[in-house]
């Protein structure tokens, strides 16, 4: 009955050319439908897979979001998995993971979250060969170190979330505190994401006036700006213990890198990725200002840190490079 309702013009061809933005996310839990979510209202795709162990409810999240289709740009949203709907997919965001509760680092979650890696991976490399990856698990630059030894993929296409979220919240805070448009505040956290992560008190301004003028860190000389650190390092175990874990933020801030991809904007942000040579840093993925585009990582910002920010960066890494060291891949 539908066919009789459009008359096609046989001059013009039907057949789209147009190559269609296709994304998977894996897994759907809060961290995933909040991605998805914000990447759906923000025009990110043309097709979305949702994937997820729990079949009913992912199903059940998709049916929600296809009803709210007309107050968007078109997107086609399934559930599925990479070996049915996922096959060559542009980009693959994964929030697949055991969840941090209360109390518990992100480094605690490492052990259960390789192994539920290892099958991903594995079905990453058969059904998508030339997507880029974006991980989002935590402790998400011990897991971006794992997809990219376990794909074998360049590490440009392999891509951590890093400390985007925590440059967020250092900006969200000092603008606060100054009564400014956090977008006007220049600030970076770089390291790990995590307890060893690296505020650059060096580099941060306002308009390029510095904030900080000290030779150090703000931890010797300056007690309000090191509480504002404090309430940035802490910030995700003050949510996960008043509503159980974290999901908005990081879901904009994804969506933020997954833009900077698809559609090459060449933005400088604060992703996890190998970083080499840097103050003596080798094979170890962690968080620096990065230039992002359709080709991933294209490049790193050269940063010059103080005596102080060399030390944390390096011991940063450190505790990284410890935990690599003991897994078995």
């Known amino acids: ?91 693959i965001i994964i929030t697949a993971g055991a969840s941090q509760k209360p109390g518990e680092s992100r480094l605690d979650l490492v052990g259960r979250n390789v192994g539920i890696f290892k099958g991903l991976i594995a079905d990453v490399v058969k059904y998508c060969p030339n ?6 698990s935590n402790p998400v630059d011990i897991m971006t170190y794992v997809t990219l030894k376990l794909s074998g993929f360049p590490s440009a296409r392999v891509i951590g979330s890093g400390t985007v979220l925590d440059s967020a919240r250092f900006r969200t805070i000092l ?18 994401h995590g307890d060893s992560e690296v505020p650059v008190w060096s580099k941060v301004n306002v308009a390029g006036m ?4 000290g030779k150090g860190s703000p931890a010797i000389d300056n007690a309000e700006l090191q509480k504002i650190f404090e309430r940035v390092k802490n910030a995700a175990y003050e949510i996960i213990k008043r509503k159980g874990y974290t999901s908005y933020a990081i879901g904009l801030a994804t969506t933020e890198i997954v833009q900077s991809i698809l559609r090459s904007q060449e933005r400088i942000l604060t992703v996890s990725s190998l970083v080499n040579d840097f103050y ?40 990284l490079r410890d935990i690599f060291d003991q897994l078995k891949l």
């Not at 096609?8 to 909040?34: C, D, F, H, W, Y």
């Not at 510095?210 to 003028?213: A, G, K, M």
């Not at 968080?287 to 294209?298: A, I, M, Q, Y």
């Open 280 to 319: 003596g840093i080798h094979d170890v993925c962690l968080s620096l200002p990065s230039v992002v585009n359709e080709k991933g990582v294209l490049k790193t910002v050269n940063l010059t840190l103080n005596d102080t920010e060399q030390q944390q960066i390096i011991h940063s890494a450190q505790v």
């Open 175 to 192: 603008a606060e505190k100054m009564g400014i448009d956090p977008r006007s505040v220049h600030a970076y956290i770089i390291g790990e």
């Open 210 to 213: 510095p904030l900080y003028n």
């Open 1 to 91: 009955m539908f066919e009789t309702l459009f008359t096609l013009n046989p001059s013009v061809e039907t057949k789209v050319t147009i190559r269609p933005r296709k994304g998977v996310i894996i897994g759907a839990g809060q961290v995933g439908m909040a991605c998805a979510y914000s990447m759906i209202i923000q025009n990110c795709f043309d097709e979305l897979i949702l994937q997820d162990i729990q079949t009913e409810r992912v199903q059940g999240e998709v049916m929600d979001l296809m009803h709210g289709i007309p107050f968007v740009a078109p997107v086609d949203i399934k559930a599925g998995t990479l070996a049915d709907a996922g096959q060559n997919a542009d980009l």
């Open 131 to 136: 997507a880029t990856l974006l991980i989002v």
